[in-house]
């Protein structure tokens, strides 16, 4: 559970006990021998206010959290911290590539088969690539766990990259790359990072290229999750009306036979960029603009203020000041918005809008005048306060939302081994003070350290 890395000898309890001790926890029990169970059980509540779930480490390194909910669907998956940025330069777009293919097939199973297995009842297969992290998850009715989590292992113990399967796979990535190219408003995200990372493989778009992807064959993939795969950086998370007990069961046959993989080299650190203003002619109808800089990573002090500091800027609440000033106000863009995006050592907050040619100047103007306005005039307590609650909704309604549960558990996991729970998650947000966002808005919008990135 949330207390660490806590061995269970047997956790065959009756099920009113474990009902009992599930849901009834009136009081804080810290922790309890129950010899006659042969299980050592710690409580949720070693915080008070804490996140009610369990943990569990295997001897290879992969751990295990659950969140338990009453519900009808279930969901899990393999967190895994590996992403882009762990390539090598001649790797460009391999993680990703290697996440798609890895449900094309197994010892056992062909594609068709890997795909159907959830399908079959009702339920979903699906997996995603980010820069530091690959997640393969499952959604599924209430009693399907044992299915979705032996297909997860097949497909990380035992997937064959067919070369029929491979070839194919190529096109089809190819063609998503081709599809970003038409779409100016996603791709300017991907070429801005690549302008304050220069030389870096965080810089680098997840897709990669069409001339990287055609280089990749079987030895590449098993390569990868040779040397990059490791165990200790791996996190099953599960959300559903499943017993504890049953469920590490099920962990331990299924993924208790990878062998132990630890990572034992550090990834490259990025490194702050100067400050750059490039234009670049894409022959749009409308002109996409990106202000940014490199930021605060995931372990800095001040990284909730500057969730804060951005939700207030251009976060997704209509009533941010960039929403209001540039579309409500005056009529000039449809889409603007700011975003933070933290990494391991560095981070990324970035101001987007897409406007008319005749606008960009204006526009421009009233996006400046916004970020000065952080930068000099401190907020009024009703201000901050509303600030607060605003966030704190937010989080709370996509925490209402069990997949967004899901990839928070596995990621809060692997990134600070806990989670937070609402009631921690709102003192935290409460204690950042105004002259936090003027001190962290005086740092990270100075103008001297904002890149500019403009296609026309």
């Given at each position: 559970?949330?207390?660490?890395?806590?061995?269970?000898?047997?956790?065959?309890?009756?099920?009113?006990?474990?009902?009992?001790?599930?849901?009834?926890?009136?009081?804080?029990?810290?922790?309890?021998?129950?010899?006659?169970?042969?299980?050592?059980?710690?409580?949720?509540?070693?915080?008070?206010?804490?996140?009610?779930?369990?943990?569990?480490?295997?001897?290879?390194?992969?751990?295990?959290?659950?969140?338990?909910?009453?519900?009808?669907?279930?969901?899990?998956?393999?967190?895994?911290?590996?992403?882009?940025?762990?390539?090598?330069?001649?790797?460009?777009?391999?993680?990703?590539?290697?996440?798609?293919?890895?449900?094309?097939?197994?010892?056992?199973?062909?594609?068709?088969?890997?795909?159907?297995?959830?399908e079959?009842?009702?339920?979903?297969?699906?997996?995603?690539?980010?820069?530091?992290?690959?997640?393969?998850?499952?959604?599924?009715?209430?009693?399907?766990?044992?299915r979705?989590?032996?297909?997860?292992?097949?497909?990380?113990?035992?997937?064959?990259?067919?070369?029929?399967?491979?070839?194919?796979?190529?096109?089809?990535?190819?063609?998503?790359?081709?599809?970003?190219?038409?779409?100016?408003?996603?791709?300017?995200?991907?070429?801005f990072?690549?302008?304050i990372?220069?030389?870096?493989?965080?810089?680098?778009?997840?897709?990669?290229?069409?001339?990287s992807?055609?280089?990749?064959?079987?030895?590449?993939?098993?390569?990868?999750?040779?040397?990059?795969?490791?165990?200790?950086?791996?996190?099953?998370?599960?959300?559903g009306?499943?017993?504890?007990?049953?469920?590490?069961?099920?962990?331990?046959?299924?993924?208790?036979?990878?062998?132990?993989?630890?990572?034992?080299?550090?990834?490259?650190?990025?490194?702050?960029?100067?400050?750059?203003?490039?234009?670049?002619?894409?022959?749009?109808?409308?002109?996409?603009?990106?202000?940014?800089?490199?930021?605060?990573?995931?372990?800095?002090?001040?990284?909730?203020?500057?969730?804060?500091?951005?939700?207030?800027?251009?976060?997704?609440?209509?009533?941010?000041?960039?929403?209001?000033?540039?579309?409500?106000?005056?009529?000039?863009?449809?889409?603007?918005?700011?975003?933070?995006?933290?990494?391991?050592?560095?981070?990324?907050?970035?101001?987007?809008?897409?406007?008319?040619?005749?606008?960009?100047?204006?526009?421009?103007?009233?996006?400046?005048s916004?970020?000065?306005?952080?930068?000099?005039?401190?907020?009024?307590?009703?201000?901050?306060?509303?600030a607060?609650?605003?966030?704190?909704?937010?989080?709370?309604?996509?925490?209402?939302?069990?997949?967004?549960?899901?990839?928070?558990?596995?990621?809060?996991?692997?990134?600070?081994?806990?989670?937070?729970?609402?009631?921690?998650?709102?003192?935290?947000?409460?204690?950042?003070?105004?002259d936090?966002?003027?001190?962290?808005?005086?740092?990270?919008?100075?103008?001297?350290?904002?890149?500019?990135?403009?296609?026309?």
């Amino acid at each position: 559970m949330n207390q660490g890395h806590q061995d269970f000898q047997s956790c065959a309890l009756p099920t009113e006990l474990w009902h009992l001790l599930n849901f009834r926890r009136a009081k804080i029990i810290q922790k309890c021998f129950l010899q006659k169970y042969h299980v050592v059980f710690y409580t949720f509540a070693a915080r008070p206010g804490a996140m009610e779930y369990f943990q569990y480490q295997l001897k290879n390194g992969i751990q295990l959290v659950h969140l338990p909910v009453a519900s009808e669907i279930a969901w899990c998956g393999m967190m895994i911290h590996t992403g882009s940025r762990d390539e090598d330069p001649d790797q460009h777009g391999l993680a990703h590539f290697l996440e798609h293919v890895l449900f094309k097939g197994t010892d056992t199973r062909k594609p068709f088969h890997i795909l159907s297995r959830m399908e079959d009842v009702g339920g979903e297969i699906n997996a995603y690539t980010t820069k530091e992290e690959t997640c393969i998850y499952a959604s599924f009715l209430k009693g399907d766990h044992p299915r979705a989590m032996e297909l997860i292992s097949d497909i990380l113990m035992h997937s064959t990259f067919p070369k029929k399967e491979i070839d194919r796979e190529k096109e089809v990535i190819i063609d998503e790359i081709n599809s970003y190219k038409d779409a100016p408003g996603e791709l300017i995200f991907d070429d801005f990072e690549e302008l304050i990372y220069p030389d870096h493989p965080i810089g680098r778009n997840i897709l990669g290229t069409s001339e990287s992807l055609r280089s990749f064959n079987k030895e590449s993939l098993r390569g990868f999750m040779k040397t990059r795969y490791h165990t200790d950086q791996m996190v099953f998370c599960s959300v559903g009306n499943i017993r504890f007990n049953l469920l590490l069961r099920y962990f331990k046959k299924y993924f208790g036979g990878i062998p132990s993989n630890p990572r034992k080299t550090e990834r490259l650190k990025a490194r702050q960029s100067e400050a750059l203003h490039t234009e670049v002619d894409k022959q749009t109808w409308q002109t996409h603009c990106i202000i940014g800089t490199t930021a605060y990573d995931l372990h800095h002090k001040h990284r909730l203020g500057l969730y804060l500091l951005n939700n207030i800027l251009g976060g997704q609440g209509l009533n941010s000041r960039l929403n209001l000033s540039l579309r409500e106000k005056n009529g000039y863009a449809y889409n603007v918005e700011s975003s933070y995006n933290p990494y391991v050592d560095t981070g990324v907050l970035s101001i987007y809008f897409g406007t008319d040619n005749e606008n960009l100047s204006k526009s421009l103007k009233l996006a400046h005048s916004e970020l000065k306005k952080l930068r000099i005039k401190k907020l009024g307590s009703l201000q901050l306060a509303r600030a607060q609650r605003q966030m704190t909704g937010q989080v709370a309604r996509s925490r209402e939302h069990h997949e967004n549960l899901l990839f928070t558990l596995g990621k809060s996991i692997l990134l600070f081994n806990r989670v937070d729970s609402m009631a921690e998650i709102k003192k935290k947000i409460e204690s950042v003070s105004s002259d936090d966002l003027l001190e962290i808005a005086n740092d990270i919008l100075a103008p001297e350290r904002l890149s500019m990135l403009i296609f026309k």
